[in-house]
Structures are given as structure tokens and as C-alpha cells.
């Protein structure tokens, strides 16, 4: 049997939904800038209704952080050359053609738990414009769809029996499960420490990962798991529980996941398997290799 533990060793594959955003404009004078969520050489552009004047629009305090802005008729585009730290923040002052400036606050993306960076901002004056009306009614589109899906998918892990496994695995009750420890590995980077233990079960595979976080201002968190084919892509089905939802800097948690003895089936055929857990920047923390004697077959 085979495993292996991989820190920060690739981004992970696919593109992330694209982050498209609505903001509408404040009359009153005193109103907060509206927060811009940004991510290291990703880009970020926010669109008007009329055109941006050029000369008169500023990034203060942003020098050699960002790419040169970009202005290219009703639009703004932003890149970070590389993220910015969980305490910093830039303002960006736009003026559009017809005197109007409109102050923005550029943040990190991702802190504790924050936003995801914006990829597409749609900036209106006129909350009751076609355009605007539009939008509005696409972003309640998107959050009933996001909405729906979470119920559905909290639904189905209700009665999940992998979940009820995995959940005792988080919170250290191995002895209630019927898993026998088969291997165990460990790993690290700049950024976290992993301890890494694969489990034997009947018709069940786990692993359980302990993590310190060792990244001085930023909490982890997972992104996203994927459980493949050795020989294809064709992605499986896996049960996660956690410990806690964001591991804080200088603390640990416990990541448990179960894999039932169906996904190791590739047309009939038993088929090892490959783990990866994808942190909250998108790299990819570890890839562990799960054989099929693992689950007891």
C-alpha cells in the first residue's frame, strides 16, 4: 500500500465559478466605500454605467502592490501582484465622466471566512434601471440556486451513514467506528503541518488529517476535496467532517474523511484512488493514495 503526503503542491485543477458581483451606489454623503475583495495576480474588474474619467481616477497607496490600473471605457481593472495581508487595505477612487467620485475599499479575499475574490464587479447609480433590474434579479437567480443545492446536499448528509463515520472520526471516537489504523504519514509547509492516518474498514476506507496551522495571520480551511481514478478523472464520492470549520493561526483541527468501497469500483474492477484536499488559496495541501485493501476486499 502506498501514501503519500504533498504540501502546497498544485492549484487546483479547474476553474472556480466566476465571481460576478451587483453594487449599487449610495446617495448619502457619508456612506462607507462599498468593499472590493481582491486575490493575488487575479483579476478584478468593475463595471459602470457611464464612462470612467482616466486622469482623475486613483489607487492610493497601492504602488508597486498592484499592477498599473486599468481603464478601459465604462470599466476599472485591478490585479494584486500578490495577496495582501489580512490587515491591509487600499482605496481606490473612481470618477466617472460626469464629475462623480466614487470611493472603494480594496480588501483581501478569503479572510476568515470572507468572500471570495470578485472577479466581475456590476457598480449602478439607478437601482431601477433595466440593466440594474437585471442584475438584481440574476444575483437572487444565483443565491435561491446556492441555496437550494445547500439544503439538498445537508438533506442527503442527515442520513449519510460516511458522514456519521466521518463525524466520529473528527472528534476522536476512532474506538466507535468499525476502523482499524493502517498507515500513517505526515508532512508540512510554510503554511501548515499535516499528520496523516489511513484506516481499514469493511466495505469503508478513511483518513484522518491533523492540522496546525502555522501561518502567522491567516486562518485555514479546506476549499474543496477531490477523490479520483488513479487510471481517469471521474470524481467520487466523499464524506468530510471537520473539527472546526477554520483552523486558526497557531491552533489545530482534525479533517476526517470516508470513502465508501463503491468508489473503487472502475467498471467492475477494484481500482486505487487518489485524495486531495485543497486549502482555502486554491493550492492543493495533500494527495493521499488509497488502495482498494483498504476496504477489506
Known amino acids: 500500500m502506498l501514501s503519500a503526503l504533498l504540501a502546497g503542491a498544485a492549484l487546483a485543477e479547474g476553474r472556480e465559478p466566476l465571481g460576478i ?4 451606489l449610495s446617495d448619502h454623503p457619508d456612506a462607507a466605500p462599498q468593499r472590493v475583495y481582491v486575490k493575488g ?4 474588474t468593475l463595471r459602470f454605467e457611464q464612462a470612467v474619467d482616466a486622469a482623475r481616477t486613483r489607487l492610493v497607496g497601492g504602488e508597486g ?36 467620485e466614487v470611493p472603494f475599499l480594496l ?20 437601482r431601477v434601471s433595466c440593466e440594474a433590474l437585471g442584475a438584481a434579479l440574476r444575483d437572487a437567480e444565483m443565491e435561491n440556486k446556492t441555496l437550494r443545492a445547500d439544503n439538498e446536499r445537508l438533506r442527503k448528509e442527515e442520513g449519510s ?8 472520526l473528527a472528534a476522536g471516537a476512532v474506538a466507535q467506528t468499525p476502523f482499524v489504523l493502517a498507515d500513517h504519514f505526515s508532512g508540512k509547509d510554510e503554511g501548515a503541518a499535516l499528520d496523516g492516518s489511513l484506516f481499514r474498514g469493511s466495505g469503508k476506507a478513511a483518513v484522518v488529517f491533523k492540522v496546525k496551522n502555522l501561518d502567522a495571520t491567516h486562518p485555514w480551511s479546506v476549499k474543496s476535496v477531490r477523490l479520483v481514478g488513479l487510471s481517469d478523472a471521474r470524481e467520487r464520492a466523499v464524506a468530510l467532517r471537520s473539527s472546526s470549520a477554520v483552523i486558526e493561526p497557531g491552533t489545530s483541527g482534525v479533517l476526517a474523511l470516508v470513502v465508501d468501497a463503491s468508489a473503487f469500483l472502475d467498471e467492475g474492477t477494484l481500482t486505487s484512488l487518489f485524495l486531495e484536499v485543497y486549502r482555502q488559496d486554491g493550492l492543493r495541501q495533500a494527495m493521499v493514495q488509497l488502495d ?6
Open 21 to 24: 458581483r451587483t453594487l449599487f
Open 41 to 44: 495576480q487575479v483579476v478584478t
Open 65 to 100: 502592490r498592484f499592477e498599473p490600473v486599468g481603464i478601459v471605457g465604462r470599466k476599472v481593472i485591478l490585479e494584486p501582484r500578490q495577496d495582501l495581508d489580512s490587515e491591509e487595505g487600499f482605496s481606490l477612487m473612481v470618477t466617472l465622466s460626469d464629475g462623480r
Open 107 to 126: 480588501r483581501p479575499a478569503g479572510h476568515r471566512g470572507g468572500r471570495s475574490a470578485d472577479q466581475q464587479l456590476d457598480v449602478f447609480e439607478d
Open 161 to 168: 451513514e460516511d458522514h456519521a463515520l466521518a463525524a466520529l
Open 292 to 297: 482498494p485493501d483498504l476496504i477489506g476486499k
